[in-house]
């Protein structure tokens, strides 16, 4: 079946944080006379990004989609602050630290991310990101230079489903007009590119870009960087 789309994660796959997120939380915190400690931050950061609930809000009304986030937001950051988060000085630092993210001086694009986007529309493919983000995603990949390397931005809050859930694929699919079985995904976690993909129906290839090797599915090729996705696809 020939290939008509790619559609990408965009955190971890295209960017990425431009330092450590608990050395991040840690220096806004202490402007507010919160003291973190980074390493610790980060684990819980991780903790509680886990045990979240989707980033996605089905039934919700639109006009209402930034309170939304915002509150999802603010429950996984106070989780990670522990203690902290009782001060009385964390509202103001949470809205610090939302607003620092949606900057493009919070995040990295990989060096190899624009070059292959060009080269995925250079052999005539629709190219779409499919992430669980929130709204902040569109402003970030047009402040990171990306927004016009691809065709159809998809994110989970406006989506309204969110990441392995095949309809949020579908929908990418739909706006870029082409069918599942002539699409593929590329992304860096296994059950939400990986098997998400392959659930709608979707080509899957896991940007593994540190390395970590984790089990994936049979036949599902891994790739350690965007360059080496564009050269399978030219091969």
Request: charged fraction near 15%; proline fraction near 9%.
């Given at each position: 079946m020939?290939?008509?789309?790619?559609?990408?994660?965009?955190?971890?796959?295209?960017?990425?944080?431009?330092?450590?997120?608990?050395?991040?939380y840690a220096r806004l915190a202490a402007r507010h006379?919160?003291?973190l400690a980074p390493a610790e931050v980060e684990?819980?950061?991780?903790?509680?990004?886990?045990?979240?609930?989707?980033?996605?809000?089905?039934?919700?009304?639109?006009?209402?989609?930034a309170d939304h986030e915002r509150a999802w937001w603010y429950a996984v950051v106070r989780r990670t602050f522990g203690a902290a988060g009782m001060s009385s000085h964390f509202d103001a630092c949470f809205a610090e630290l939302f607003d620092f993210y949606a900057r493009a001086a919070a995040w990295r694009v990989f060096a190899d991310a624009p070059e292959a986007l060009r080269?995925?529309?250079a052999r005539g493919l629709r190219v779409g990101v499919v992430s669980n983000f929130d709204t902040r995603l569109v402003g970030?990949?047009?402040?990171?230079?990306l927004a016009p390397?691809?065709?159809?931005?998809?994110?989970?809050?406006?989506?309204?489903?969110a990441k392995p859930d095949p309809a949020i694929f579908h929908l990418a699919l739909e706006a870029?007009?082409?069918?599942?079985?002539?699409?593929?995904?590329?992304?860096?976690?296994?059950?939400?590119?990986?098997e998400g993909a392959r659930a709608a129906g979707l080509r899957a290839v896991l940007v593994d870009r540190e390395g970590r090797l984790a089990p994936l599915p049979p036949g599902v090729p891994r790739v350690r960087t965007l360059a080496e996705l564009v050269a399978r696809l030219e091969s």
């Open positions: 020939p290939l008509g789309a790619v559609t990408l994660d965009a955190a971890g796959t295209l960017f990425e944080v431009a330092e450590p997120v608990g050395t991040t006379g919160i003291t684990r819980g950061f991780r903790t509680a990004l886990a045990a979240a609930p989707p980033l996605a809000f089905p039934g919700g009304s639109p006009a209402r989609l080269a995925l529309r970030l990949l047009d402040q990171l230079g390397l691809v065709d159809r931005i998809v994110h989970s809050t406006r989506a309204g489903v870029l007009g082409v069918p599942p079985a002539e699409a593929l995904h590329a992304g860096n976690e296994v059950v939400a590119d990986v």
